[in-house]
Each structure stands twice: as structure tokens, then as C-alpha cells.
């Protein structure tokens, strides 16, 4: 496959059809489709359905679609690399990070990245596995920091554990069942939830089916933390967090933990990565102080 095969077809699925895709690429049509052809003899298989309407990818573009989105982001970092150690400045880091670690270390460590990279461009997406995984396995990311749950990993990813992080059911003060004890009381309010995989909800849900505890009835899904903490602090929604957000004394302001029993299980915080992607040297020296702060944060909570 060449790049400019590759580059053309990632552009086609960015544009949704030949005509958007060619004008992008400042090329006439008949060449763009051409280089589809081309491509699709390379790889022998139809990759685009054309109609109309504009295109479509068969089974076999969507596979092949993630891989070249990897793949030329690859090479952006490979030439990122090559710039950061033959002394080249304008490094580029994207991460995604749980809000646990950005309410948490985090901070410290930005104004020390920033200090020795003063020109880099750090790009930072919230870190929750559902957009960690693609956008590791497409390229976007250089590494991620978020809680894991017993998803499976796709094989491409791995996943380095570094500490454990209880999880506590929240809601405002005042609450009244701040005090409940028993989780068929705290199953007939109503809750605020991130229901995706992965997610802290999605993780409470089935340890209570697990342990044959009641469920919440009503359930307001909601992916953005900010938005959830919003919602607890300022109504009778209850929820579940990582205890290093439900405690911190700025993003939980207003939340107090329950005392409900028994407590679900610890969830583990780690960093997902590409296997046998190496990082740049500036994601590499980002990627080690966010490990020994999180190691060092946890060493003195104990």
C-alpha cells in the first residue's frame, strides 16, 4: 500500500465522498478514484460502496479504515520523533486522562512538562476506556490513563496497572439518604450514571447483579463527569465515583459520600498504550512523571 493511497482513502471516510475528498486534496476526481482502485486491487478487496448519495465502506474498508487512520498517524509521530532528538522544537502529545487524575497530580505535572517543553502541543481528551481504546488504536492518542474495568482489551492494546481506587457512592449534602445503610433504600432513588463499557456505572451494575444486591429503577445516563457532579451537587441524584474525585475538596464541593454497605469493589487506575509502539521522547518523559506521581500519591494515601 502506498501513503498516498492510504492518505487519500482515510480522507474519502473525512469528506463522505469523492467529489469533498478530491477538492481536500487539491486532485480531480478521476484521480482519487483512481487511486481507490488501486488501492483495492492492492488489497483485493471492494472496500467502497459508491451511490449517489456519496460512499459507504464495506466490511473490509471499515477494518481496513481504523488501521490506515493508525498507520498515518504513526508516521506523524515517527517525523514528531525524529524532530524532538535531532533538537527540532514543537513537539506534539496527545493523552487522555481520567478526571481523577486531573483533579489529583496531574496539575503538578503539567506546569513541569510545560517548564522543560515550552513549545510542545499537548492535546488532552477526558479519559474514560470507551474513548481511550479508539483513539489509541487509531492513532489519535500516545497513551491513556483511566480506570479499567473486566472489558477485555483489544489484543493491538496493553494495559499497565498502578493503583487500586475505591469507589464511593456520592450524593449532595443533606441528602436524605446520605445515611442509608442498605442498598435496597439507596435502589428505589433516582441515579445518574455513565452506562457505557467501561465506565464506573457500568461496573457497579454488574457487580450488583453479581452479589444479588437490588439495582437503581431510575437511571439519568450521562457521560460527562463535569455535567454529573453538576447534577449531584445540586439535586437528589445519586451516583459513583473514583474516591480521590468524590473527596477532593474543589470538584466534590457540595458531594459527601454515602455510608452505604457492602462497598463495591476497588477499581484499578493504569496506563493503556499501543503494544510495540514506542513513545516520542517528550510522551515518554510525560508518561513517567505521571506514573511516579500517581505511584507517590498512592504510596502516601496509604
Not at 476506556?129 to 489509541?136: A, K, W
Not at 442498598?183 to 447483579?209: D, E, P, V
Request: aromatic share 6%; proline share 6%; charged share 20%.
Amino acid at each position: 500500500m502506498k501513503h498516498q493511497h492510504i492518505k487519500a482513502f482515510v480522507q474519502v471516510a473525512d469528506s463522505g465522498s469523492i467529489r469533498a475528498a478530491a477538492r481536500a486534496l487539491h486532485i480531480s476526481q478521476s484521480a482519487l478514484t483512481r487511486s481507490m482502485k488501486e488501492l483495492e486491487e492492492d488489497v483485493g478487496a471492494e472496500l467502497l460502496n459508491r451511490s449517489y448519495r456519496g460512499v459507504t465502506f464495506t466490511d473490509a474498508g471499515k477494518a481496513l479504515l481504523a488501521r490506515a487512520r493508525h498507520i498515518l498517524a504513526t508516521m506523524d509521530r515517527a517525523r514528531d520523533e525524529v524532530r524532538q532528538i535531532s533538537g527540532g522544537a514543537g513537539a506534539k502529545i496527545a493523552i487522555g486522562i481520567t478526571p481523577v487524575v486531573a483533579t489529583t497530580v496531574f496539575p503538578d505535572i503539567y506546569r513541569r512538562f510545560a517548564h522543560a517543553f515550552p513549545d510542545a502541543q499537548l492535546t488532552l481528551k477526558e479519559g474514560f476506556m470507551t474513548e481511550i481504546v479508539p483513539g489509541l488504536l487509531e492513532g489519535q492518542l500516545d497513551f491513556g490513563v483511566a480506570i479499567s474495568t473486566r472489558d477485555t482489551l483489544p489484543t493491538e492494546l496493553s494495559f499497565k496497572p498502578l493503583t487500586q481506587t475505591r469507589l464511593l457512592i456520592s450524593g449532595r449534602a443533606g441528602h436524605p439518604l446520605a445515611n442509608a445503610t442498605d442498598w435496597q433504600a439507596l435502589s428505589k432513588a433516582r441515579w445518574i450514571l455513565n452506562m457505557t463499557n467501561g465506565s464506573t456505572g457500568h461496573h457497579l451494575l454488574h457487580w450488583l447483579a453479581e452479589a444479588g444486591l437490588p439495582r437503581p429503577i431510575h437511571v439519568v445516563h450521562c457521560t460527562s463527569p463535569t455535567l454529573m457532579m453538576e447534577m449531584l451537587r445540586r439535586t437528589d441524584l445519586v451516583g459513583i465515583g473514583p474516591d480521590r474525585l468524590m473527596v477532593d475538596p474543589l470538584s466534590s464541593c457540595g458531594v459527601v459520600p454515602f455510608g452505604v454497605q457492602p462497598h463495591p469493589p476497588d477499581a484499578t487506575l493504569g496506563l493503556f498504550s499501543v503494544r510495540g509502539v514506542p513513545f516520542t521522547p517528550a510522551a515518554d518523559r510525560l508518561r513517567i512523571w505521571l506514573e511516579r506521581a500517581i505511584l507517590a500519591a498512592d504510596q502516601h494515601t496509604t
